[in-house]
Each structure stands twice: as structure tokens, then as C-alpha cells.
């Protein structure tokens, strides 16, 4: 007799796991297009390249060893930059920590402009030309932020516009300071 | 005022809905033949209602009614009169008044065309239909009105996206809809069957048809859609496993799987459970499919902007008809066991076969297609589950479905003997395998992939197979009953679509090269000539156009173009193709990008047998089609067919 | 560019297609055919992590023509087709793959084809053995019923 209820109770099951992914997707704990970064927890990439001011300086990541600091990836030709970009000076002059720009695939001067109108958040902001190390990094779009503990990990990472909201509630409690 | 007229329709329409299942579900049950004639009425009222709202949205995108957000969001000033028309569809809320348009479509044929079944019957089926219609015009108006205003109305419109603008698109989602809606007709079959607790072999004869209209249509849908895929998306490819294709498919698998499964019920009143089990699931999978496409749980090229308040309530809708529809199932199947003996190797063993494999195969896509979902859901990480997977796992079914098909075919009813078929069948098998090691050596000089000569092999015995009982019959000028006529034109349809995959899957070169004015390249013994490139200026686009000729030994084959379109307003770029058609290839050329000094990026292909995937598509509708003319589906109640041997079920057999 | 209540539904729906037109890679092939033909093997087997639902091989996407240019370099050191999926998984996880690798958490996706297949003709066979022992020609007043 129950046997017959085997197909009802299959769809109650399947529907529950549509049920719990909606749940999930509405209250921002799940989205199906974020890629959850495997270098969580792991040593930060490291990487040479030159500075988006004085192309002929190159910068080492290696000097911010043993300090915590802020890795964003952004563009000239990425809008949702431009919209986090108001909200990311504030962080980071608050935040007190060295805010390192990775300009990815971009073009020197527009950058060079860009910052200069809207105002330069980054302690140093390098040029990736080539996009290697946003491979490096696991970057799939921008803006991205990462943030790297003092023993070198990588402790968050954000993708999409940074706000101070989300900066609160996924960064700061890993700041010194609660930033 | 017009758009309000619009939303007024859908809300009548809804109310109308609402009394065509009452009076359909309540007036059925009570025998009451005042609301049963209503349960009609309303069921053409609801149909011309939606019609209206459906109108009233196409009469906005054509005289650029931009005070409706949806047109003002899909359409554009410069957008060309059949793409506006075809933009009534391009997005989320418009296509979900089509389906609720193609919804009532079906169930105004059922109420006019079955006029031979039982009132009582057919008003249940048609209160069903009404159910159905109250929850998605409730989802339309509730959660998705197309008609909600934009004010102050912009002066121009955000354009349909670009690569919906193509006549293949056009024609290929109200197609793909009447099958993937048609699948409630069935469904509407099942529940009114299941509501009296009667199930009778004329039960079967009233489904089938029906069944077969929407499989029909829906396996001419995802043709279309795979033939569109192949030519706009400029890459050349023919099935993505994407979810939504996979949303698509797994109806259409569940649907072929009920039409054999009907076969045996109607013929010997067996698997009644099953089919019925078989009419539910085929229409859970189309509403799965709408699930997954529109709530955003999956990521898909083809999904709509998402939304989960509204994927909230297809859910509710999913599990309304579905749980509630297989809980009904679970109280009414024990008493529809039906007993009958058939030999291990006969006709009922074939369709049951072919079920299992069919089940088992939509069974292996709807896993890989939610299986990242249950792992993302559950914090297990994130995994891909793509082509690769699929290709391997979905012949582990389908291959054996192709040798059983071809030797089920001749199969009869309760015991099969193959005295006097077994031998041909052997030779058309070797003959068959034979014929695909010649095509792989002589017509392309190599062996392959590993399932090379298998494919062409059982494609090739598949296609004889099918048409040696109506060549015999032809032969021997016996009549061809339409519905064994139309079994054999289906299976050689999967013969070749079989053929056609083997081959492109197999054989297929791709170059991507830079070329300009005066270069040449060769694929597969064709030299691919730029000649010249000129800009081109289209309605809403520009697009730069490159001429290519094509020569082999020096002969000339083909000149083609293919553009690379820049849309104004939406910036996004398409490619045209420039296609070749041969009878056994087509030559594919798409333009890239300017790479500077006067090059540009073409891809080049070679696709050898690639037609033959979307002709076996159209025989096996047409097989269809030919079987829905068969003479017992004329007229309603018919008398019962009573096979006198095991001979005349054969001939007009089909499965 | 667009009026702004227009192009944010524009955005949304633009999302789902972006670079849906095919990425035509012209880079030189490999002279070796062999080479050649393991990269286009892998770049057709990675997922584009920008457009999704893309593989490298098929996506206009920048990003994408990166890692063709990762794998292309990659192929031509030596490396092994292993030794490049690890190099993207570690920078992408296992997303990154349309040929999800075999481990705990695929061992039911790899095992359902077998597993499906033996269910279901398993029921068959047993139906079938059931229905052959029940009398096969006394029951026409089915058919008529």
C-alpha cells in the first residue's frame, strides 16, 4: 500500500531542496553565479607588477608581509567599480590597513584619470595587464576584494560592489580594530 | 487605457478559470449536465480572454507603447515589425502569457474536438485544464503582469535582445510551449481517470492522440531550438546539455517514454499504473522545467532574469500538482491493478524495456542537472556538471534503446516469435555495421571515436528495420495502417538523428584562423577564400559583413557571407553564420573580430551529417502526425479494435 | 547610456547572455597535432567562470581568452592534463570543470548511470517474470473492456 506513495513522497523531498535553495538564494546565504574561492585559508598568491603611477616602479607583494591588508581587483571599464568606488575611500581610510589595487586589464592612463577624478582609495595600485595574477588570485569579474591576515592567508573574499554594510559585516570582524 | 484592458482580460480570464474548474471538477461530480455545458463555455471564455490580453500586449510592442514596462524593456523604435511581435515572448512575463495563451489553446481543442468522449469525462479533464490555468494566470497576474505601466513612458525602448532577433526564434518557444504545455492534456487525462477510478482500454484511445499531438510539437521545439542554437550562436554546436535544454528534454523523454506505455494499455489494458504514473511525471518535468528556467536556482544561458519570490510561487504550483496529483495516484493505483500474462519475449516486454531505459535517461538528466543544486545547497561546494558528463552517461540507456528498437519493432503482442524475423534482423544488424565501417574508412579515411561504427551501425539498421514491414506491405500492395505507417517514419527519424550524431560527433574539424582580403585556408579538402569585407547597416544594428568562397580542387562549391552585428542600444554583438548545405555537410563560416591590419578572426567548420539530427527530428513528427491520422481516433468512442491473432495486432501494432 | 529604470532590467537580463557570441580563437595552432588536440579537449572541458554555462573554448569573454592563453602555455611546457586542471582548480575549485572529478561528492553522480539502469530494467525483469506465469490468452475482456 505505501509503495504508492513512493513517487509523491520523492517529489516532497525534491521539492524541499528547491524550497531550501530558494530560502537560501533570498536571504543572500546562497547565490548560484558566486564561485566560493579556494584560496580561502591558504597562503595569498604573491606577485611583481608595476604601478599604475610610475609604470617604471615595479611593486613586490612581499613587502606586506606580516601585516593584514585589502586586495582590490577593479577596472576603468567596470561599472559596478564605479559604484562601490564612493563607499570603498571611506573603508579604507577608516579601515587603517594598506588597500592594494589590482587595475586588471586596463588601460594606464584612463586609470591614471579615473583615480585622480573620483579619488585614489589604494596605498599602491598595480597594473595586471595581462590578467595573470587576477588568475592567480581566482578573479572570474570585478570589482573583487580579498582580504589577507597578518600570517599571509587569505581570510574573505568578496565579489560585486563593496559596500560599508558589507564591509561591517564580512571584514571588519577580521580587522584589528574592528576597522 | 489599452493596457489596462489587457490586465482587466487576464483578470476576468482568471475569475473564468476558476469557474471552468469548479464547474468542470464539481459539476462532473455531481453529474449535473448544466454545469458541465458551462464548464465548455467557460473553457472558450477563458481562451478568448487571454487571447485579448495576448492581443492587446502585441498591439502595444507594435505601436511602441513604451508606457508598458515590458514593451519598454523588449522593444525599440527601430526594432522591425516581426521581431516587436516575436518580443511579445522575448522575456519572462510575455512568455508566460503565451503559455498560459497555448494553456487555453489546448484546452479549447480538447473541449471542440472531443466531442465523442463521455460528458462527464471530458468535463473533468477540462476542470483539470481550468486548475491548471487558475494557478498560472494567478502566478501572471500576482507576480508577473506584462502590463504594468512605465510612467513617465520613455521615448524609446531598451531593444529585444539581440539574439533573440532571428526567425527561427520567432517560431521556435510557441512551438517548444505547445509541447511542453500540451503535456497537461495528458496530465488532465490521467486526474480525470484517476477522479472516476475508471480506466478502460477506451481511456487509452481518447490519451493517445492527444499525447502524441503535444510530443509532436515539442519534439519540433527543441529541433528548432537545437537548429537556432547552431547557426546564432555562431559556434556551431547542437545541444549544450544546458539546463534549460535539459528542461526541455526530460519531457520530451518522459512523453516518448507514455506514448509506448500507452500502447500496451490500450492494446491489452496493461501498465495502467504505470502510464498513469507516466502522464503525472511528463507533466512535472514541464513544470520543473518552468521552475528551474524562471526562479534563478540554476545558472543557464537562456534563464530569465530571476527572481525567487516568484520562483517561491512556482514552486507552490509544482507541488500543488504535482504532490497532490501523485498523492491521488497512491490512493486510486491499487485499485487499478490489471492482470494479464504476456510471454518473456513479446511486445509488452519491448515497451516496458524501452520505458525502463527511456526513465532511466531522463532520470540521468534531471541528476546531473540538479546535482550541483543539492551539493551548492547544502554547503558541499561548488561543482560543474557539464557535456562531458552527460555525453558519457546518457548512452549508457540510449544505446541499447537503439539495438532493442530495431528488433522490438517486429515484436507482437503477448508472444513474440522471431522464427521467420530473426535472420533478416541479423543481416540488416550486420549489413548495418558493415555499411558504418565503410562509411567511417571510405567516406572519411579513419576509424574515429570508439562508438564510431556502432552509431552509423545501429542507425543504419534502425532505418531498415523501419522500413521493412511497410516496403513488405508495399510490396505485397497491402494497406498501410497510418499508425504502424507512423511508428516506422518516427523510428526512422531516430535512425537517422542517429546518424547525423554519429557522424558530426565523430568527423567534425573546427579552425579558427585570422584572415584577410586574399587569404586562404583548407578544412576537410575545402579552401576557404576571404574575398572582402564591407560594413552593413541593418534596422537597429551595423554589422560588418565578410564574403567568403569556398573551392574544392579548385571547383567552386560555395560563396557565403556571415556578419558580425553590433546592436545599438544593447551593444551586444551576434554572429551570422555563412552556411553551406550539402546532403552531407555543411560548411560553416563566422566572423570574429578585427584583429588590425585589414585580418580578421574566422571560424571555420566542417560538419559532416550534421542535417540529419534536425531531419530525424521532423520524421519522427511526422511519424506522429501520421499516426494521429490513424482511423480509430476519428469520431470519439470507436468501437474497440479486437486483434483476431496475433498478426492483425502486429499490422496495426505500433510502439 | 540608457535611461536608468530601463537599463537595470536591461542589466539583469543581460547577465544571462553575455558573450553568447561564439569566441573565435585564432592564435596559431599547435604544429603538433597531438597538442593541439589536447587543447582543444581541455579548453573544451572548462567552464567559463564569467558568462557560465560557456566553456573557455566557446566564450567571448576576456577572461576566458586568459585562460586559453594559461592552458595554451601550459600545453606547450609540457604540462600534464592534470597538472593543468589542479592549476585552475586550485585558483577556481572544482567549478571550473565540466568533467566533475570523481570524489565523495560525485561518487552517486558517476555510479547513477549503472545504478539507474540496473533499477529500472530490474523491475522490468522482475515484471516480466511475473507476467509470464499468469495466463497469457484469458484475459480479451481486458481489451474490451
Known amino acids: 500500500m505505501w509503495r504508492y506513495f513512493t513517487p509523491a513522497i520523492a517529489f516532497l523531498l525534491l521539492g524541499a531542496l528547491f524550497a531550501v535553495a530558494l530560502v537560501r538564494i533570498e536571504n543572500g546565504t546562497m547565490d548560484p553565479r558566486a564561485i566560493k574561492s579556494p584560496l580561502l585559508g591558504k597562503a595569498a598568491p604573491t606577485f611583481v607588477l608595476p604601478t599604475v603611477t610610475e609604470p617604471s616602479r615595479p611593486f613586490d607583494s612581499a613587502v606586506l608581509k606580516g601585516h593584514p591588508y585589502v586586495i582590490n581587483v577593479w577596472g576603468t571599464w567596470c561599472p559596478a567599480c564605479r559604484e562601490e568606488h564612493s563607499a570603498l575611500l571611506v573603508i579604507a581610510r577608516r579601515a587603517g590597513i594598506p588597500f592594494i589595487g589590482i587595475d586588471w586589464k586596463d588601460d594606464r592612463q584612463q586609470a591614471q584619470q579615473y583615480l585622480g577624478q573620483l579619488g585614489n582609495p589604494y596605498t599602491e595600485t598595480v597594473a595586471d595587464d595581462e590578467g595573470r595574477v587576477a588568475i592567480d588570485w581566482g578573479v572570474y569579474g570585478a570589482p573583487e576584494t580579498f582580504l589577507v591576515g597578518a600570517d599571509g592567508q587569505v581570510l574573505v573574499k568578496f565579489a560585486g560592489a563593496l559596500t560599508e554594510a558589507i564591509w561591517a559585516e564580512k571584514f571588519a570582524p577580521f580587522v584589528q580594530g574592528g576597522g | 487605457m489599452i493596457p489596462e484592458i489587457g490586465t482587466l482580460a487576464l483578470l476576468i480570464a482568471l475569475v473564468l478559470a476558476v469557474l471552468q474548474s469548479v464547474f468542470g471538477l464539481v459539476g462532473a461530480h ?142 521556435h518557444p510557441p512551438m517548444l510551449y505547445m509541447g511542453y504545455v500540451g503535456t497537461s492534456v495528458a496530465f488532465a487525462f490521467a486526474v480525470a481517470a484517476m477522479l472516476s477510478g475508471r480506466m478502460d482500454a477506451s481511456w487509452s484511445r481518447w490519451t493517445r492522440p492527444w499525447t502524441v499531438a503535444a510530443w509532436m510539437c515539442l519534439t519540433l521545439g527543441i529541433s528548432l531550438g537545437s537548429w537556432w542554437a547552431y547557426y546564432v550562436l555562431g559556434w556551431g554546436g547542437w545541444w549544450f546539455w544546458d539546463p534549460v535544454e535539459n528542461a526541455s528534454f526530460m519531457p520530451w523523454l ?382 470519439g468512442i470507436v468501437e474497440p479494435v479486437h486483434p483476431t491473432d496475433t498478426e492483425t495486432a502486429a499490422a496495426t501494432g505500433e510502439g | 547610456m540608457m535611461k536608468s529604470p530601463v537599463s537595470a532590467v536591461a542589466t539583469a537580463l543581460l547577465i544571462g547572455w553575455v558573450g553568447t557570441a561564439g569566441a573565435i580563437d585564432p592564435s596559431a595552432a599547435f604544429a603538433d597535432p597531438a597538442l593541439q588536440a589536447r587543447y582543444e579537449h581541455l579548453t573544451n572541458e572548462l567552464r567559463c567562470l564569467v558568462c557560465q554555462n560557456q566553456t573557455i573554448a566557446d566564450s567571448n569573454a576576456s577572461l576566458a581568452g586568459d585562460l586559453r592563453r594559461e592552458v595554451r602555455e601550459m600545453i606547450a611546457r609540457g604540462d600534464t592534463e592534470a597538472q593543468i586542471k589542479d592549476f585552475l582548480t586550485a585558483r577556481y575549485g572544482d567549478f571550473v570543470l565540466y568533467d566533475p572529478p570523481l570524489s565523495a561528492r560525485t561518487l552517486f553522480l558517476w555510479a547513477a548511470p549503472g545504478l539507474f539502469v540496473l533499477l529500472t530494467v530490474g523491475v522490468v525483469v522482475r515484471t516480466v517474470i511475473r507476467r509470464a506465469r499468469q495466463p497469457i490468452d484469458a484475459d480479451d475482456s481486458e481489451e474490451s473492456a
Open chain 2, 30 to 171: 455531481r453529474n449535473d449536465a448544466v454545469w458541465m455545458r458551462a464548464t465548455s463555455s467557460s473553457t472558450v471564455a477563458v481562451f478568448l480572454f487571454v487571447l485579448l490580453a495576448f492581443i492587446v500586449l502585441a498591439y502595444g510592442f507594435v505601436v511602441h507603447d513604451y508606457s508598458i514596462e515590458y514593451v519598454a524593456h523588449n522593444s525599440n523604435n527601430e526594432l522591425p515589425l516581426i521581431y516587436r511581435i516575436a518580443a511579445v515572448w522575448g522575456a519572462h512575463e510575455g512568455s508566460l502569457l503565451l503559455w498560459v495563451l497555448i494553456l487555453s489553446t489546448w484546452a479549447l481543442l480538447v473541449s471542440r474536438l472531443s466531442k465523442g468522449l463521455p460528458d462527464v469525462f471530458r468535463t473533468r479533464v477540462l476542470g483539470t485544464l481550468g486548475l491548471v490555468g487558475v494557478g498560472f494566470l494567478a502566478f501572471t497576474t500576482l507576480t508577473s503582469s506584462p502590463f504594468t505601466r512605465l510612467l513617465p513612458a520613455p521615448l524609446d525602448g531598451a531593444d529585444l535582445n539581440p539574439i533573440l532577433q532571428d526567425p527561427a526564434l520567432a517560431a
Open chain 2, 254 to 635: 518522459a512523453s516518448t517514454a507514455l506514448i509506448h506505455s500507452l500502447a500496451v494499455t490500450e492494446k491489452r489494458g496493461l501498465f495502467r499504473n504505470w502510464t498513469l504514473l507516466l502522464a503525472i511525471f511528463a507533466f512535472s518535468l514541464s513544470l520543473l522545467g518552468t521552475f528551474l528556467v524562471r526562479s534563478g536556482v540554476l545558472v543557464s544561458v537562456h534563464s530569465f532574469a530571476a527572481d525567487p519570490s516568484r520562483g517561491l510561487f512556482v514552486l507552490g504550483l509544482l507541488l500543488f500538482f504535482i504532490v497532490g496529483s501523485l498523492t491521488l495516484y497512491a490512493i486510486r493505483a491499487p485499485s487499478l491493478q490489471s492482470e494479464g500474462g504476456f510471454a518473456p519475449v513479446s511486445r509488452e516486454s519491448f515497451l516496458l524495456l524501452n520505458n525502463a531505459l527511456l526513465v532511466a535517461a531522463a532520470g540521468l538528466i534531471l541528476l546531473g542537472t540538479l546535482w550541483p543544486l543539492v551539493m551548492d545547497s547544502f554547503n558541499l561546494g561548488k561543482i560543474s556538471v557539464g557535456p562531458p558528463y552527460f555525453n558519457t552517461v546518457f548512452l549508457v540507456p540510449t544505446l541499447p534503446l537503439v539495438a532493442l528498437v530495431g528488433v522490438g519493432m517486429h515484436s507482437t503482442w503477448k508472444r513474440a516469435s522471431y522464427a521467420s524475423k530473426g535472420r533478416p534482423l541479423a543481416l540488416m544488424a550486420i549489413i548495418g555495421l558493415v555499411l558504418g565501417a565503410l562509411v567511417a574508412f571510405v567516406c572519411y579515411g579513419r576509424y574515429g571515436l570508439p562508438l564510431t561504427i556502432i552509431g552509423f551501425g545501429g542507425g543504419f539498421f534502425l532505418m531498415a528495420s523501419a522500413l521493412w514491414q511497410p516496403l513488405a506491405r508495399l510490396v505485397r500492395r497491402q494497406a498501410q495502417p497510418r499508425a504502424a505507417l507512423g511508428m516506422a517514419v518516427a523510428h526512422f527519424g531516430i535512425g537517422l538523428f542517429v546518424i547525423g550524431v554519429s557522424g558530426v560527433a565523430s568527423y567534425k574539424i573546427e579552425k579558427d584562423v585570422s584572415m584577410g582580403p586574399g587569404d586562404t585556408a583548407t578544412i576537410a579538402g575545402y579552401t576557404f577564400r576571404f574575398e572582402s569585407s564591407k560594413d552593413v547597416v541593418g534596422p537597429n544594428y551595423l554589422a560588418r559583413e565578410a564574403q567568403v568562397a569556398i573551392t574544392r580542387d579548385g571547383a567552386p562549391v560555395a560563396a557565403l557571407t556571415t556578419q558580425k552585428r553590433q546592436f545599438k542600444i544593447q551593444n551586444n554583438p551576434t554572429t551570422h553564420a555563412g552556411i553551406d548545405v550539402a546532403w552531407n555537410r555543411d560548411l560553416f563560416v563566422a566572423l570574429g573580430d578585427e584583429l588590425g591590419a585589414g585580418k580578421w578572426s574566422l571560424r571555420l567548420q566542417y560538419k559532416p551529417l550534421v542535417r540529419y539530427i534536425w531531419l530525424g527530428g521532423v520524421f519522427c513528427a511526422l511519424g506522429g502526425l501520421i499516426a494521429i491520422l490513424d482511423r480509430r481516433y476519428r469520431g
